[in-house]
């Protein structure tokens, strides 16, 4: 059984940092692409940050470059994201990715991100 699980989410001020985990399970990690989206209310599912099957080819969205890390631990089966300097639009449901041969997709269901002061 596939699973992704996210965990790391919370409520924190303006320029604080979170630290988001998923972990995998019922595929072969080390084979799959992994991706950070996050979804605000009222808006679509935006792509955040990917990284390659490897840890390298790290990708990221204009709006969180320099503030989000991407990385990967294949031993253990977990993607991280490492958020700094949070502004209150980074706001959202984020949501891990795997993205494997033949557009194969998995989903995890989310954990939510509020930034307020």
């Known amino acids: 059984q596939v699973q992704l699980v996210e965990s790391g989410g919370g409520l924190v001020q303006p320029g604080g940092s979170l630290r988001l985990s998923c972990v995998a399970s019922?595929?072969?990690?080390?084979?799959?692409?992994m991706r950070w989206y996050r979804q605000a209310p009222g808006k679509e599912r935006e792509l955040v940050a990917g990284?390659?099957?490897?840890?390298?080819?790290?990708n990221y969205v204009d709006s969180v470059k320099g503030r989000f890390t991407i990385s990967r631990d294949n031993a253990k089966n977990m993607v991280f994201l490492q958020i700094n300097s949070l502004k209150s639009e980074d706001t959202a449901v984020y949501y891990c990715?795997?993205?494997?041969?033949?557009?194969?997709?998995?989903w995890g269901q989310g954990t939510q991100v509020t930034v307020s002061s």
């Open positions: 990715n795997a993205r494997g041969f033949g557009d194969v997709s998995y």
């Open positions: 019922g595929f072969t990690f080390s084979l799959y692409s």
């Open positions: 990284i390659g099957r490897a840890g390298g080819g790290t």
